[in-house]
């Protein structure tokens, strides 16, 4: 069971280039999120979809867009890549339970923009 | 508005020492999930525990366990006789609701604290 699986793991990308980060789970959760982690700092979120066809803003949405098509994928795009992006990036599903039910992460994908 | 702090950026211990880790949060729900991950080296976040804000009893699970105040908002995790093999970066989190009173599973994480555990 690969659970949640994020590709790649690392990029370089130069300001301005785009890129979608890729994101797949198999556990069939309705639930998917994007977090980015910075150095020192807790996760924040930047989208979540709550199945497929419907996205919505995180915290730290601006820069990133998300579709999800399908339940088992979530890519993360973006357009025009910024310093400030550099990060870690963290994709997450889980499923509708009773409260909030605990939060599967894939790998990560750590991202530098120079 | 939701907020999650856990004021230990770094805590330093030697092998075999007990160690707390701090979370304190703020909610305006009534009932509540909580939960503790773990962020080993490698990278990837292991969950390690959810609370029901009903539930205030002491969770022990082998050498870990969580106290969980309501009446100072915190919920605080001890490893007892640490290993090297605990090292890693812990968060506390905390759901976050849409105005419509559902999370959908989002949440708010604390700064989390650097543990490491020397030989």
């Known amino acids: 069971n690969a659970g949640v699986t994020q590709t790649p793991k690392f990029r370089i990308l130069k300001i301005g280039q785009s890129m979608t980060l890729q994101c797949t789970q198999d556990?069939?959760?309705?639930?998917m999120y994007w977090y980015r982690q910075d150095p020192g700092m807790g996760l924040k979120l930047i989208y979540y979809?709550?199945?497929?066809?419907?996205?919505d803003k995180g915290e730290v949405p601006n820069g990133y867009n998300v579709s999800r098509s399908t339940t088992e994928d979530f890519p993360l795009r973006l357009e025009l890549a910024a310093p400030s992006q550099t990060s870690v990036y963290f994709c997450?599903?889980?499923?509708?339970?009773?409260?909030?039910?605990?939060?599967?992460f894939g790998q990560g994908t750590r991202l530098t923009v120079v | 508005a939701q907020k999650v702090t856990q004021a230990q950026t770094e805590i330093s211990v030697v092998e075999k020492e007990d160690v707390t880790l701090d979370c304190v949060y703020e909610?305006?729900?009534?009932?509540?999930?909580l939960f503790w991950y773990k962020q080993p080296p490698s990278g990837e976040l292991v969950f390690l525990i959810r609370?029901?804000?009903?539930?205030?009893q002491n969770e022990i699970s082998g050498r870990y366990s969580w106290n969980f105040q309501k009446s100072t908002s915190s919920f605080n995790f001890t490893i007892t006789a640490s290993q090297v093999v605990d090292s890693a970066v812990y968060f506390c989190?905390?759901?976050?609701?849409?105005?419509?009173?559902?999370?959908?599973?989002?949440?708010?994480f604390g700064q989390g604290t650097i543990l490491t555990v020397h030989p």
């Open positions: 997450a599903s889980s499923y509708p339970g009773q409260g909030s039910t605990e939060a599967f």
């Open positions: 556990m069939n959760h309705n639930y």
């Open positions: 979809s709550v199945g497929a066809g419907i996205t």
């Open positions: 909610t305006r729900d009534t009932t509540y999930y």
């Open positions: 609370r029901n804000s009903f539930d205030e």
């Open positions: 989190a905390l759901p976050v609701a849409n105005a419509g009173g559902t999370s959908y599973g989002k949440l708010t």
